[in-house]
């Protein structure tokens, strides 16, 4: 079956960011950028299907500027067969990247679809219900488990007090939690490789999707900044603080 | 302006996070109502019906809706949120889980843990793992939001008396069914809503020795959370991560046990009102955001502070 992969570019997990002096966003100029780490375990999650016979085709997709094909030529060193980019300059809403998604799986025909559960730019955790919500396809929301039968795919999810299994029908909506596997890197024949397989760029006018939003971003600021504390040099003195000084004991 | 409250339960209690949600809602002020979708669920009807500020109680107790399904509950919010100003749900699993497919079905943007209500329309949230907050307006017919219940105070869970009425409407997608769920058990507090949480990390070195936090939080009534670091190395179950992809505590004290400190475990509670850090490593990140800092081993530090509180 063919599965496709949808891959966001965000700024790196490890980048401290900084939020721009006029408050109209944080500041990514010259910010290392990298594959979100949830669209990592996706992939990763596609390309193990693949190895166990289950997928025979993995598709990998991405919304977004031109310079989003660097991870869209990661995704290929990792094992995808071929990838779509669509592009878009300006900052999408998951709705709009839901619908261009929905636009790509009625073209593809994708019997699983894999994205990460939430990116960790926007922290919204919306794009993968919204597509299953398109498509009218079942949903397996952050995802621990995966386990393609027949035409049904079990998925083990993680919720609130432990771990609860759906049975979906497919064609099927699977976002991935962090335990769902760990990626691996991609060797450099692997990339070397990938710079040959195909890559198709689209836009949001030729796939006829509005990305219109209901959504405006007014100002972005900075958090309030905690006041520094202070270092106790024992036990007894930090006890005797959290009961007398902050009185939280 | 009226807004819809989704109900979070498990079928047998109401979640306090409905009781956050309730009090966002109240901020934005209007009717408010709260709809309980699942199978048996008339003890849950019973306390939302019950909750300080809501107007009236939305019953739908159908076989579809057990388990929370969101291939059968979203189509049913979708119907009966078109007649309301505003959509809530908490930033739950479930929220997380049921609201974006509500959205969509509606075709509006979602507005995801709401961290403060400006206006009717206006709120803010976090993004980038809680280092910018946005404040993000929207024009949508109906606003469709989640909310983070540590932003709000939650209302009383008693003295409202409102009117219960049962919803006919039945969808089944028949494209999903429940399997089986296995939850972790546990006597302590719950940890998004104790008021202390005492978490280890890696510094624990193994799962045996988070027995050492068990006597301190039972000591102090508190709950006990780990990092993503604790939890991958197997130490404790993954209910139990404190951060960006786990869960979001504001509790009155925090004690870190034995951890760094990385953007993503600060991004799940840098809100708690006091934060200690207890780490042997006095360059650790964790001392930026510390109250107080200890630099000491813990297993030294931690058995030491159980017998002194």
Redesign the interface.
């Known amino acids: 079956m063919k599965v496709l992969v949808a891959v966001k570019r965000v700024?790196d997990?490890?980048v401290?960011?900084r939020?721009k002096a006029d408050n109209s966003g944080?500041d990514l100029a010259n910010v290392k950028m990298s594959m979100n780490p949830f669209c990592e375990i996706a992939v990763e999650e596609a390309v193990r299907l693949k190895e166990k016979g289950v997928a025979t085709e993995i598709v990998v997709v991405s919304i977004g500027p031109t310079t989003a094909q660097e991870q869209l030529r990661t995704a290929l060193a990792l094992g995808a067969d071929r990838a779509i980019l669509v592009e878009s300059a300006e900052d999408l809403?998951?709705?709009a990247v839901?619908k261009l998604l929905k636009a790509v799986v009625d073209k593809e025909q994708p019997q699983l679809v894999i994205l990460g559960?939430?990116a960790?730019?926007?922290?919204?955790?919306?794009?993968?219900?919204?597509?299953?919500?398109?498509t009218?396809?079942?949903?397996g929301?952050?995802a621990?488990k995966v386990e393609v039968a027949g035409d049904k795919v079990?998925v083990t999810?993680?919720?609130?007090?432990?771990?609860?299994?759906?049975?979906?029908?497919l064609p099927?909506i699977i976002t991935t939690?962090?335990?769902l596997n760990e990626p691996r890197y991609a060797s450099l024949p692997n990339i070397m490789k990938a710079k040959k397989k195909p890559l198709e760029v689209l836009t949001p006018e030729a796939l006829g999707v509005s990305t219109a939003?209901?959504?405006?971003?007014?100002?972005?600021?900075?958090?309030a900044a905690?006041s520094a504390?202070?270092?106790?040099k024992?036990?007894?003195e930090?006890?005797e603080?959290?009961k007398n000084e902050?009185k939280?004991? | 302006m009226t807004i819809l409250v989704i109900a979070e339960h498990?079928g047998k209690t109401l979640a306090p996070a409905t009781l956050n949600t309730v009090a966002a809602a109240a901020k934005i002020g209007g009717d408010i109502n709260v709809l309980v979708a699942g199978q048996g669920i008339g003890a849950v009807a019973e306390a939302a019906a019950k909750i300080a500020g809501v107007a009236k109680v939305l019953v739908a107790d159908n076989a579809a809706y057990a388990?929370q399904?969101?291939?059968n509950i979203?189509p049913l919010v979708a119907e009966l949120g078109k007649g309301y100003s505003h959509i809530l749900a908490a930033a739950?699993?479930?929220g997380?889980?049921?609201?974006?497919?509500?959205?969509?079905?509606l075709?509006?943007?979602?507005?995801?843990?709401i961290i403060s209500v400006v206006s009717a329309d206006?709120f803010t949230r976090?993004?980038?793992?809680?280092?910018?907050?946005?404040?993000?307006?929207?024009?949508?017919p109906v606003k469709v939001i989640t909310v983070r219940a540590t932003g709000f105070d939650p209302v009383a869970a008693e003295g409202g008396s409102a009117a219960v009425e049962a919803v006919a409407a039945v969808h089944d997608?028949?494209?999903?069914?429940?399997?089986?769920?296995?939850?972790?058990k546990s006597d302590r507090p719950e940890l998004?809503a104790a008021k202390?949480v005492v978490s280890g990390g890696r510094g624990m070195q193994n799962g045996d020795n988070f027995k050492h936090l068990y006597a301190l939080a039972d000591k102090?009534g508190a709950a006990v959370g780990a990092s993503?670091a604790a939890?991958?190395a197997g130490f404790v179950?993954?209910?139990m991560q404190v951060g960006?992809?786990g869960?979001i505590v504001a509790p009155?004290?925090y004690i870190a046990v034995g951890i760094s400190g990385a953007?993503?475990h600060l991004a799940g509670m840098?809100d708690s009102?006091?934060?200690?850090a207890i780490n042997k490593d006095?360059e650790a990140p964790i001392?930026q955001?510390?109250?107080?800092?200890?630099?000491?081993d813990l297993f030294e530090?931690v058995p030491?502070?159980e017998k002194?509180?």
């Open positions: 700024v997990y490890n401290k960011v939020v944080v809403t998951s709705l839901a559960k939430q960790i730019d926007s922290d919204n955790n919306q794009t993968g219900q919204m597509l299953a919500a398109l009218g396809y079942g949903q929301t952050f621990s079990a999810r993680e919720i609130d007090g432990g771990a609860q299994t759906v049975s979906l029908s099927a939690d962090l335990r939003s209901t959504n405006k971003t007014l100002k972005v600021e900075a958090p905690r504390g202070i270092k106790v024992s036990v007894a930090l006890v603080k959290l902050a939280v004991i | 498990d388990h399904l969101p291939e979203a739950t699993s479930n997380k889980n049921i609201l974006p497919r509500v959205a969509a079905q075709d509006v943007d979602q507005i995801s843990e206006t976090p993004i980038y793992a809680g280092n910018a907050i946005a404040t993000v307006q929207s024009t949508a997608a028949g494209t999903s069914s429940f399997v089986g769920e296995e939850l972790a998004t202390i102090l993503r939890v991958d179950p993954n209910d960006q992809t869960k009155q004290l953007i993503q840098k009102k006091v934060i200690v006095e001392f955001v510390a109250d107080y800092g200890l630099v000491a530090a030491e502070l002194l509180v």
